[in-house]
C-alpha cells in the first residue's frame, strides 16, 4: 500500500539485537537521581528498558529555595526547611529501594547563594548525601542530553528554564553544542516589580545569549516545569484532544495567543482548570515574558515541548554510545514484550508477517509498524471486553521516547484494531482527528494484519507457515500458507482476513503450497 522497495529485511539489520539484557545496560538499572532545583527538590528512579526507562518512583516537593536570593543573597530559610525534609525521606526512600547508587545535584539556587555551601555540608553531615552543585553551563548540557534521551539525533536549541536560571544549548546530530546559561528565571525576574524594567532585562539578555548561541532557526525545545505549565495552558485554550505533553508542538502564533490567553483570564481559573499547583502557576506569567521574547529572537521553525531534562540528562551521561545510538522507542517496546507477552519473541515474526503491507515505507513508518508488532499482545492480561481500549491507552499515554503525538495515535489505533474490528464508537474518537486518511487507514490495515497473525501460530517453536503478498496494481492480497499450516485457518482466521481485505480495499486469496521467494 505504500508503493514498491525492499521486503522482507532481516529485522536484526533495521533494528539490530535488543541491549537490555547487555550487562553494560543492566548496569543502568534502578538508577536514582535527586534534582536540587531554585524552585522545587524531585527524587526520580529509573528501571525498564535503559534506552527508554520507566520513572518507577518520582516524587516532587515545591521548595522555592530560590525565592528572595536576589535580594538577599541567601537561601529562603522556609525552603531549606522543606529540602531538608525532603532530602531525608529520600534518602530512606532510596535505601529502602536498595539503589546502587543515588546521584544529587543542584543547580542556580545553591551555586549562587552565599550559603549554599553551607548547607551542603549540612546535608552531607546530617543526612548523607553529597551534593554536587553543578555550573550553568554543565546544567545545560546535562538538559541537552535528557532531550536526546527522547530525540536520539535531533537538532535545535534546547531552553531549560528553572526558577533562577535558563539555560541554553544548541543540539545538532545528537550532539551537544555551546552552552550558555543566564539569570532569567522567574523566581529571579520576581524581584523585579516594575514590568517596564523586567522587559527590558529580558531582552537585553536575550539579545546577549543571541550572540553567543548565533543563528537558530530550528527546532526549540522547551524543558523545565514553567514551559510544560504554559504548554498545558495552550492545550486547554485549543482543547487539544490529547493530555501528554512530551513531544506536544506549538509555533510561535500559538505562544503569542496563549500569552493573550493567559493575560485576560482569571489566575486562579485557569489554574485550577489546567490542574496547576498554586506556587507554579505563580511564575506561569513571568516565564511567558521571557518565552514571548525567547521566540522574537531566534525565530524556530516549531517548538515542542520535552518532559526530559537534566535527570534524563544525567542518565544519558551513563550509557555506552551504544546504547545512545539506539531507537528509544524500539527498545522500550522491546522491553514490555519480554516482560509482558505470552509468547516473547513473536513480534519480531509477526512484523517480518506484516510488512509485505507497507512496501516502500520509510524507516519512519517501519518503526511504527515494529512497535506495534512488540506491543501487540502485552495487555492480554486485560479482560476482553476493555483490551482493546487498553491497548490504545497505553499506547497514547504510555512514557515512550521518540513519539510525536500524531504518531501516538496511529500506534494506538494499530492496537485497538488488533482486537477491535470498528473503532467508531468509542471515547477515542476526537484523538482520530491527529491523522489524515492515509494514515487512519494504514493504522486499521496494520491492526487487522496483526489479528490474522496471531491466529497462524500457536508457540513460538512453530516454523513460520504463512507470508502476506500485497498487490496495488491488482488490489489483491494473497495469503499463502504452508500445508502443515492450513489447518488454523479456520472460520474466525477466514473472516479476519476477509476484514484485512477490506480495510485494503482489495480482495484476498488463499494459497496453499510452499511459500513464494522473497
Not at 171 to 184: D, E, H, N
Request: hydrophobic share 40%; glycine share 8%; net charge neutral.
Amino acid at each position: 500500500m505504500d508503493g514498491n522497495t525492499e521486503s522482507g529485511r532481516d529485522d536484526w539489520e533495521i533494528f539490530r539485537r535488543p541491549l537490555f539484557d547487555d550487562p553494560e545496560t543492566r548496569a543502568l538499572k534502578r538508577v536514582g537521581v535527586v534534582d536540587i532545583g531554585s524552585n522545587s527538590v524531585r527524587l526520580v528512579v529509573f528501571d525498564g528498558a535503559a534506552r527508554s526507562p520507566a520513572y518507577f518512583f518520582n516524587e516532587k516537593i515545591m521548595c522555592a529555595l530560590g525565592a528572595g536570593l536576589s535580594e538577599t543573597g541567601r537561601l529562603n530559610p522556609t525552603g531549606k526547611d522543606r529540602a531538608r525534609a525532603a532530602l531525608r525521606r529520600f534518602k530512606r526512600l532510596a535505601e529502602s529501594m536498595e539503589l546502587p547508587t543515588l546521584a544529587v545535584v543542584a543547580t542556580a539556587a545553591m551555586r549562587e547563594a552565599e550559603d549554599g555551601p553551607d548547607f551542603c555540608d549540612e546535608i552531607a553531615r546530617d543526612i548523607g548525601l553529597e551534593i554536587n552543585v553543578i555550573e550553568g553551563t554543565e546544567e545545560a548540557r546535562l538538559s541537552a542530553q535528557g532531550v536526546l534521551l527522547g530525540w536520539p539525533g535531533s537538532y535545535g536549541l534546547v531552553c531549560d528554564i528553572g526558577g533562577s536560571s535558563m539555560e541554553l544549548a544548541a543540539i545538532k546530530g545528537g550532539q551537544v553544542g555551546t552552552c550558555v546559561t543566564s539569570a532569567l528565571g522567574p523566581l529571579k525576574l520576581a524581584d523585579l516589580n516594575d514590568a517596564k524594567a523586567r522587559e527590558k532585562f529580558i531582552r537585553k539578555t536575550m539579545k546577549s545569549l543571541a550572540k553567543t548561541m548565533g543563528t537558530q532557526r530550528d527546532r526549540l525545545f522547551l524543558v523545565g516545569g514553567s514551559w510544560r505549565a504554559f504548554a498545558r495552558i495552550d492545550m486547554h485554550r485549543r482543547d487539544y484532544p490529547l493530555h501528554v505533553l512530551h513531544e506536544y508542538r506549538m509555533d510561535a502564533d500559538a505562544v503569542a495567543a496563549t500569552t493573550e490567553y493567559i493575560r485576560n483570564a482569571d489566575l486562579e481559573d485557569l489554574r485550577q482548570a489546567c490542574g496547576l499547583s498554586t506556587s507554579r502557576m505563580a511564575l506561569v506569567p513571568l516565564a511567558t515574558e521571557v518565552l514571548t521574547q525567547l521566540v522574537k529572537t531566534f525565530e524556530p521553525h516549531d517548538i515542542a515541548v520535552s518532559s526530559y531534562g537534566i535527570r534524563e540528562g544525567l542518565l544519558y551521561e551513563q550509557m555506552p554510545q551504544r546504547l545512545r545510538d539506539r531507537d528509544p522507542l524500539i527498545e522500550a517496546c522491546r522491553f514490555a514484550e519480554a516482560k509482558d507477552a505470552r509468547l516473547p519473541g513473536f513480534g519480531r515474526r509477526l512484523f517480518k508477517f506484516v510488512t509485505p503491507l507497507f512496501e516502500g515505507a520509510d524507516i519512519t513508518r517501519l518503526r511504527l509498524v515494529k512497535a506495534a508488532c512488540l506491543l501487540h499482545d502485552v495487555s492480554w492480561r486485560a479482560h476482553p471486553d476493555y483490551r482493546a481500549e487498553m491497548c490504545f491507552d497505553n499506547a497514547t499515554r504510555a512514557n515512550l521516547g521518540g513519539l510525536k503525538h500524531s504518531e501516538r495515535v496511529f500506534l494506538g489505533l494499530a492496537l485497538l484494531h488488533r482486537y477491535r474490528n470498528k473503532r467508531s464508537d468509542t471515547r477515542f474518537e476526537p484523538l482520530f482527528a491527529l491523522l489524515d486518511d492515509a494514515s487512519l487507514q494504514r493504522a486499521e490495515v496494520l491492526g487487522k494484519a496483526m489479528r490474522l497473525g496471531a491466529m497462524l501460530w500457536t508457540s513460538d517453536t512453530v516454523s513460520d507457515g504463512a507470508k502476506l503478498r500485497w498487490n496495488a496494481k491488482t488490489s489483491e492480497v494473497t495469503l499463502h500458507l504452508l500445508p502443515e499450516v492450513a489447518d488454523l485457518f479456520g472460520e474466525v482466521a477466514e473472516a479476519r482476513f476477509k476484514s484485512l481485505a477490506d480495510a485494503l480495499g482489495g480482495t484476498g486469496h488463499v494459497e496453499i503450497g510452499a511459500l513464494p521467494e522473497g
